[in-house]
């Protein structure tokens, strides 16, 4: 298994260029998620999706799409990147729990650095 | 609102040192509680979890227990090694809601 895949690992970008990140998971997991990491502010949800052709908002949407086309798959997209968007995207992925008593464990991708000029 | 707050670092230690990381969080009902741990240049991946009240979670030497009566979820070990050096991660989630918030990170660095 390979688990969580992220490609790309790096990106520079220029502002006001679009961009898409593929999120690819192999353990077929319900539940896919987006999130940024930065500097003092810890990981904050992007968007998520809770199951195939199903998508939702994070903490912190605006200026990203999102689509789960299948199931293994979930693609963060930019339309028009800005420097704020500079930061290291995280993908995760889990098991929908049938216990309603526990949270499972979040896998997590190797992380794409993104750079916007 | 749900959230997790841990003690800021970088926290230098030497080897064979004791380790605590403060965490603690503030939410309604009954959370899962987490610690994960991201290793230079990789991704995040789950150190140890505890589900209810009481609770340890324990894994390659690190414990934490799930104290409601202080809404805390500390992580320890006893003997710190240099390939402990890390950025450690709390978190809590809702059962069947598969939602983790997760606090700033705590780095570690340990010197030989």
């Known amino acids: 298994n390979a688990g969580v895949t992220q490609t790309p690992k790096f990106r520079v970008l220029k502002t006001g260029q679009s961009m898409t990140l593929l999120c690819a998971q192999d353990?077929?997991?319900?539940?896919m998620y987006w999130y940024r990491q930065d500097p003092g502010m810890g990981l904050r949800l992007i968007h998520y999706?809770?199951?195939?052709?199903?998508?939702a908002k994070g903490e912190v949407p605006d200026g990203y799409n999102v689509s789960r086309l299948k199931k293994q798959n979930f693609l963060l997209g930019l339309e028009s990147a800005a420097p704020s968007q500079t930061s290291v995207y995280f993908c995760?992925?889990?098991?929908?729990?049938?216990?309603?008593?526990?949270?499972?464990?979040?896998?997590f991708g190797p992380g794409t650095r993104l750079t916007v000029l | 609102g749900n959230s997790v707050t841990q003690m800021e670092g970088p926290v230098t230690l030497s080897e064979e040192a004791f380790l605590t990381i403060n965490c603690t969080y503030t939410a309604t009902g009954y959370p899962s509680l987490f610690w994960y741990v991201q290793y230079p240049g990789e991704g995040l991946q789950l150190l140890l979890k505890?589900?209810?009240?009481?609770d340890k979670g324990s894994n390659k030497g690190f414990e934490a227990t799930y104290r409601k009566e202080t809404t805390s979820f500390h992580l320890e070990k006893g003997s710190v090694q240099v390939s402990d050096s890390a950025v450690y991660f709390c978190?809590?989630?809702?059962?069947?809601?598969?939602?983790?918030?997760f606090g700033t990170g705590t780095k570690l660095q340990v010197i030989p």
């Open positions: 978190a809590l989630g809702w059962r069947g809601y598969q939602k983790v918030t």
């Open positions: 353990m077929n997991h319900e539940y």
């Open positions: 505890a589900t209810k009240a009481d």
């Open positions: 995760a992925s889990t098991h929908r729990s049938i216990q309603a008593t526990s949270t499972d464990t979040q896998y």
């Open positions: 999706s809770v199951g195939e052709g199903t998508t």
